[in-house]
């Protein structure tokens, strides 16, 4: 009998234990949430956007790369570098298509808060 109670115990913490896993938001998630809600608070009309988690950065470093390359680049000299240097973050792109009536928009988090360090919107 107290092996059979054992075992149902035992199914009903696991069963609670992932159903409180399943409901827990991730990094991501949180990240886009946020961005999203920074981006609004700026004016940004995000409907048109691609959201893009990019905890790495990978997609920031390789633009910042490019605006560099092109000296008549309207971005060029308007990096947010400044705010983000001796900082750990993450962004999140708002990708944008073309023609759309918004540029694509950064949005920089601290990597241990979730703060919003930084918008930074295209030229």
Known sequence: MRKWYFMVMAALVLSFAGAAACLAETAEEKAVKTAKEAALKEGVAIAEAELIYDPSNQKWEERVVAIEALPADPNHGNLPHGML???????????????????????????????????????
Not at 94 to 109: I, N, R
Not at 110 to 118: P, S
């Open 85 to 123: 240097q001796n900082r750990k973050y993450e962004t999140v792109l708002l990708d944008f298509k073309e023609g759309a009536t918004e540029a694509d928009t950064w949005v920089f988090l601290d990597k241990d808060t979730g703060d919003v360090l930084a918008i930074y919107q295209e030229k």
